[in-house]
């Protein structure tokens, strides 16, 4: 059963960094691209980053130039480096598989000052 845990997130002021992580169980993460999505409150879930098994990396625009994605695949861990933080990064954020999984519980990130 494949289980996604997310951790990393917390408030952060504008303009700040925080880098997120999620460590993949069964077996899934040597064979899967994985992606970042977040869900702003009263909105719909929206992608974020993907990362191809071999490395290759995909971002939506509005945050293209700011986060880099990137993924251990000894470790079964991925990761999400945020710069340059904006109050609309403000979201839950969640990792998954491609195709998605079961979501996970996720992890908060507030950038407020």
């Known amino acids: 059963q494949v289980q996604l845990v997310e951790s990393g997130g917390g408030l952060v002021q504008p303009g700040g960094s925080l880098r997120l992580s999620c460590v993949a169980s069964?077996?899934?993460?040597?064979?899967?691209?994985m992606g970042w999505y977040r869900q702003a409150l009263g909105k719909r879930r929206e992608f974020v980053a993907r990362v191809a098994v071999g490395g290759s990396t995909l971002y939506d625009v509005s945050v293209k130039g700011r986060f880099t994605i990137s993924r251990d695949n000894a470790k079964n861990t991925m990761y999400l480096q945020m710069n340059s933080l904006k109050p609309e990064d403000t979201a839950v954020y969640y990792c998954?598989?491609?195709?998605?999984?079961?979501w996970g519980q996720g992890t908060q990130v507030t950038v407020s000052s």
């Open positions: 998954n598989a491609l195709p998605n999984r079961p």
């Open positions: 069964g077996n899934i993460f040597s064979t899967n691209d």
